[in-house]
């Protein structure tokens, strides 16, 4: 009976531990403006449903990031909109989608702004290689 009793609880802790490592680690975004020097800067407003992450300029090579928790659920998104001069561009950042099939589970989610688009930081799931994919272009 004891040894039934063990099992049953060690299976408990083991589930709480999967559960906790992937619903409370801390996910990261990072956003770069990779535009080249004689452009304006990049301007960009993201936000989820609880968080607005304000409006924020960036200069060539800068760097906006920031970390998060997924919610308990695992419906957290961020969405983020840029400015570039004339052009405009609107996705998501992050969602569970995004890390379970494009960041093969991942928890950091690295994105640069180009002229022609913008790029996410991928890993190639059974290579395992990393590579810069592009995920949206910008509209006029």
């Known amino acids: 009976m004891s040894t039934k009793l063990s099992v049953s609880f060690l299976t408990y802790i083991f589930i709480i531990l999967i559960f906790s490592s992937t619903c409370f680690s801390k996910l990261?975004?990072?956003?770069?403006?990779?535009?080249?020097?004689d452009v304006p800067p990049l301007q960009l407003?993201?936000?989820s449903k609880d968080d607005d992450m304000g409006y924020h300029n960036l200069s060539v090579?800068?760097?906006y990031?920031?970390?998060f928790n997924m919610n308990f659920w695992g419906t957290t998104l961020f969405y983020c909109d840029f400015w570039w001069g004339e052009k405009h561009a609107?996705?998501?950042?992050?969602d569970i989608d995004i890390?379970?099939?494009?960041?093969d589970g991942l928890d950091h989610f690295?994105?640069?702004a180009r002229t022609d688009g913008?790029?996410?930081y991928g890993q190639e799931p059974l290579t395992k290689s990393y590579y810069w994919q592009l995920v949206k272009t910008w509209e006029n």
């Not at 990261?28 to 020097?37: D, G, K, R």
């Not at 609107?90 to 992050?94: H, I, M, N, S, T």
């Not at 890390?99 to 960041?103: D, G, K």
């Open 110 to 112: 690295a994105y640069e």
């Open 118 to 120: 913008f790029f996410f």
């Open 90 to 94: 609107a996705f998501k950042v992050f």
């Open 65 to 67: 990031a920031w970390k």
């Open 61 to 63: 090579n800068e760097l």
């Open 45 to 47: 407003h993201c936000r």
């Open 99 to 103: 890390q379970l099939e494009v960041a």
């Open 28 to 37: 990261h975004v990072e956003i770069t403006n990779a535009l080249s020097q």
